[in-house]
């Protein structure tokens, strides 16, 4: 071979691995042209040309004034396997100063194979938002981690949108914003922002006992959805978490020991976990707990063991990225999930269970076993204590704090 072709031949091998290379970033949209995207909520949400654009010709603006928690802007995309090949999205976001979120989904064929993920909106100046792919959460415990199964990759998405998704504070808001979207694009090299510290590596129940009776500071975190939030019983000052807070105090004379309460109506692991920045990101607590399950019941019996795997596995991703967004890892207590006033008496029963087995499997990981401890007293007494079929009254709320001070403490609650 001579040297002329030699020469030829590492010439386009330079060209081709230069546009590798350079292939950092593969623009979606350029958001230019506002008519490829739609929406079905007309109602809800209308969307424009933004007049001032970070880059190009154009950019999108969105606008929701109504007070709901879903209402999205959509464009259909053709799947295509070469989003294998990035980790993530880079966008342009111009906010509208408020404290709310926007949200971005993104589904795989179908309602069920969706990811979501979120950013603030108090910034009014155009800025980069990145989401790698394992800052898209999915929208249900049983949809697979995105990237992690075949027809659930980045390769199968063939729907981007942006609004909200499941907007529902805390405080039980249903906001209403606005913002712009310019440039999405497909970037490489960005990672999580979603950081994980293994449940191994909690730290047991004793260490908080411990910082009580001695007096200093211990601030609890109390996650889940209704129950927890204290629907039916006046809110979260009545809420089973507010009395277990009560009890610890007046137990161990520490008036030092702060009770914050995140939950929100409705809510899931899955959204738990949507929600994690908004709602969890600041905190730093002593002691984490957590309790779901209704609201993402296996209503079907077949359907009952799978679920319970995937809701089991969603509640220790949740704790696990809880614990990694603080300083250091608190300890964590789960609550076995509590029945049904009548109709779901049983349901909720495979969900207990399999967080009794999360416990044996994680001596470190406390169990409060309230599901055994409402059974045993049969059905028509804690009908008395629950103010409709899925929520405990004040009562049932004092019975549920009895129950997680026990756990704690290994002692008797005050009365």
């Known amino acids: 071979m001579n040297l002329m072709r030699l ?19 593969k623009t979606i949209d350029s958001m230019d042209d506002p008519a490829l995207w739609k929406t079905n909520q007309q109602d809800r949400i209308t969307f424009s040309a933004d007049p001032a654009p970070k880059v190009g010709q154009g ?101 981007v949108a942006f609004g909200k998704s499941w907007n529902f504070s805390t405080r039980h808001e249903r906001p209403k914003l606005a913002f712009s979207i310019d440039e999405l694009r497909l970037v490489k090299g960005i990672k999580s922002n979603r950081p994980r510290r293994k449940i191994a590596s909690f730290p047991p129940l004793a260490t908080v006992v411990r910082k009580m009776k001695a007096g200093d500071a211990v601030t609890i975190l109390a996650l889940g959805d209704s129950l927890t939030w204290g629907t039916s019983a006046g809110g979260n000052s009545f809420a089973y978490p507010a009395v277990l807070g009560d009890m ?27 929600w994690l920045n908004r709602d969890v990101r600041g905190v730093e607590a002593d002691l984490i707990t957590i309790l779901f ?87 028509e007494k804690y009908a008395s204590l629950m103010a409709d079929e899925a929520h405990p009254g004040k009562q049932g709320q004092r019975e549920m704090a009895k129950v997680l001070f026990r756990t704690i403490t290994g002692e008797e609650p005050p009365e």
Not at 301 to 309: I, V
């Open 248 to 274: 610890l105090r007046k137990h161990y004379r520490n008036d030092k020991i702060s009770i914050v309460n995140r939950a929100i109506g409705g809510s899931t692991t899955a959204k738990g976990r949507q």
């Open 293 to 379: 399950g209704f609201n993402e019941m296996a209503r079907k019996p077949e359907d009952r063991a799978s679920r319970t795997k995937a809701f089991t596995r969603n509640i220790v991703n949740y704790a696990e990225e809880v614990a990694g967004v603080m300083k250091r890892a608190p300890a964590c207590l789960v609550i076995a999930t509590v029945p049904g006033r009548r109709s779901h008496w049983e349901t909720l029963d495979c969900y207990a269970e399999g967080l009794r087995e999360l416990g044996r499997k994680h001596p470190n990981l406390a169990v409060a076993d309230a599901n055994a401890y409402f059974k045993a007293m049969g059905q």
């Open 7 to 25: 020469s030829a031949i590492a010439a386009v091998v330079c060209v081709a691995v230069s546009a590798c290379v350079a292939e950092e970033s």
């Open 59 to 159: 950019a999108l603006h969105l606008d929701s004034q109504v007070a709901t928690t879903f209402a999205i802007v959509y464009r259909l995309l053709e799947p295509d396997a070469g989003w294998d090949d990035y980790d993530g999205f880079a966008f342009w976001v111009k906010g509208d100063g408020s404290k709310h979120f926007g949200c971005m989904r993104i589904q795989a064929g179908a309602w069920g194979r969706a990811w979501l993920g979120n950013f603030p909106l108090k910034d009014t100046e155009w800025h980069e938002v990145k989401l790698a792919w394992k800052d898209l959460t999915p929208s249900d415990a049983a949809t697979p981690e995105l990237g992690d199964a075949e027809g659930f990759k980045p390769g199968n998405i063939n729907l």
